[in-house]
């Protein structure tokens, strides 16, 4: 049996059209001054409809340059899980589609609805099931096309969004690097805060539905704000006492990238230095359950994070759902 399991090796893709806000202007009432000093984003990378991909087709971009990263073929994974709520399609799950155009014919692959703490939710059960040798090798992919379900109406949600997806490849260590603590947690009451209603069995398809746009996503932002700085700091403190870490031992802090304020809030109630967090959010929006890996991606690729070094990551989303993770790279 493993200790725990480790990074192999990460990669990401992100939408091919680029969104400004001064694009965003010209759709919605908004200014670029409002969207920047209230959340922190200047663009966004997304699939437009022209572009003619799907969540798979970034999924599999990302996994096949983890892959690389991690000298492994797609043949060598025993598991794909794919943390993402904008899938290609209702059933069967995108991880399927993800597998058969990498083609990882050892692989099982399924799906997971943790909505923005997809990524790190999936890390927990990897661990878990590397630690305990029924699977090697896991591509763990957060991904979202979330400009699919936005109503671009709605200027309080549709300047916030960018399309990505972020993986990384994880195997067994044996040594002191790899997962040194989980932390996830859920609240299902506060569902309604954050959601997307429509064509599931609650609301289903109808002429009725689809007019309320009970399809597209529907959030109170005030609300979502005050619980995201709460929740991120109980997952962060959290995974730090799960792994016997104070803010001075972690080297970089990778929150999820939905708000500037929100990942200052963080960074202030636990003394984290700006210099020492991972900051992207200006360049690709919320991008939902691909916010942490990119960012990982692009910290471990900027040299921010170097091996032996440890990395908290924490993250909040619908569901709600929250969690962290201590990573020794
Ligand atoms: O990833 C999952 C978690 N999601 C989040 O973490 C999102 C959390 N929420 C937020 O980030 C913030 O609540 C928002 C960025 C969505 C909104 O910022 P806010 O400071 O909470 O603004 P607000 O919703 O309280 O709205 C303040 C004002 C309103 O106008 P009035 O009623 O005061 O006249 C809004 O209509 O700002 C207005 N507003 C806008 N104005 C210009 C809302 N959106 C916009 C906009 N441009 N795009």
Redesign the pocket.
Known sequence: MALRAKLLGTGRAVGPTCLTNDDLCRI????DE??VS??GIRERHIVGSGDDLCTSDLCTEAGRKALAAAGLEPSDLDLILVGTVTGDCKFPATAVFTQAKLGARNASAMDIAAA?SGFVYGLELADALIRTGQKKHVLLIGAEVLTSMVDWTD??TC??FGDAAGAAVLGPSDDETGVLSTYTKSNGELAEL?WAPGCGTLRRLSPESLANKDHLIHMQ??H??VN?VKCMADATQQAMDRAGLTPADVDLLIP?Q??IR?IEATCERFGFPLEKTMINVDRYG?T?AASIPIALDEALEMGRIHKGQVALMTV???GFTWAASALRI
């Open positions: 919605v009432d908004t200014t409002w969207i209230r959340t923005c200027r309080g300047v916030l954050l932002g005030r979502v704000y995201a999820h939905a708000n929100i919320n939902s909040f989303g619908g």
